[in-house]
């Protein structure tokens, strides 16, 4: 590797203005604030690739706690693929990940890659498009997020996601224009979701619940609080029908999939619970 390539931790704004802005360029549609919230779940989980001075690649690797890790954001510059750079990154990265279970989301086309770096595939994830919709009146049992005591919301999302994120999630559920909505079944919390603005339209992420009933309130929820006519994307697990049969009932189409991959050992996260992916790029 040529010796005036070297790799760095990048700093909070680089994540905005390079690892954020190139995912959009790919055609990753990532959240307009998601370099805050991302930044904020492990600062030091960021890597740029510099040639002579010129950053031309980037990878993430969030360790959550000491368990687990989830990277994105993998990204070479044109030009400078097939070169060995984005692979020299890529082992530093897992190098930071360490013996942790580390998750990700690989395009299909890149799988059999993944694989023989220890990968292995767990399941597909879909991304649906559909479009905002007229602002309706809360279902019953409904609540705006910010009504919700935040470490009960915290508790609740840490029996679903591999680890807790309670800074990841302050920020998350308070982005600029954004909406959360959360379902209580007898005043216990029973699912909650996230809609973000995004480069392109907005996205869906996460919708946890413990079942239809609550995910479908929760999803008419934050597609009415969308302008209606604007697209609207919603990555759901593939191996949860309940969470496709709602987004086929809504009318959804799928315009992108993915595949959560994991190396050192499966994640153990209850499916039945997860209709929509918090986002690609931290899991």
Do not use: H
Request: aromatic letters at 14%; one cysteine or more.
């Amino acid at each position: 590797m040529n010796n005036q390539y070297k790799i760095r931790t990048m700093s909070k704004a680089e994540v905005a203005d390079i690892a954020v802005k190139w995912a959009n360029e790919e055609g990753w549609n990532p959240g307009l604030n998601d370099a805050d919230c991302f930044y904020t779940a492990d600062p030091a989980g960021f890597f740029a690739g510099e040639l002579n001075g010129e950053v031309i690649a980037c990878i993430s690797a969030v360790n959550y706690d000491e368990k687990f890790s989830f990277m994105g954001f993998y990204i070479v510059k044109p030009g400078y693929r097939g070169k060995g750079f984005g692979m020299e990154l890529f082992k530093k990265a897992l190098a930071y990940a360490g013996k942790r279970i580390v998750g990700g989301d690989g395009v299909l086309e890149r799988i059999e890659d993944y694989k023989k770096l220890g990968f292995k595939p767990a399941y597909k994830n879909r991304r649906y498009r559909v479009f905002g919709t007229e602002k309706k009146e809360l279902s019953a049992g409904l609540r705006s997020i910010t009504e919700i005591d935040f470490e009960q919301l915290c508790a609740y999302d840490a029996e679903i996601f591999p680890a807790k994120r309670r800074a990841f999630l302050k920020c998350w559920i308070k982005q600029p224009n954004a909406a959360g909505y959360a379902f209580l079944d007898k005043n216990k919390l029973a699912g909650y979701g996230v809609v973000r603005p995004c480069f392109k339209g907005y996205k869906i992420g996460p919708l946890f619940a413990d079942g239809a009933i609550a995910a479908d309130r929760i999803l008419n929820a934050l597609l009415s609080s969308v302008p209606p006519g604007e697209e609207v994307f919603f990555d759901v697990p593939e191996i949860n029908k309940p969470a496709v049969a709602l987004a086929e009932k809504n009318k959804m189409k799928v315009v992108f999939e993915t595949m959560r991959i994991y190396l050192n050992a499966m994640a153990d996260v209850p499916l039945k619970k997860v209709f929509g992916a918090t986002s690609f790029e931290l899991g």
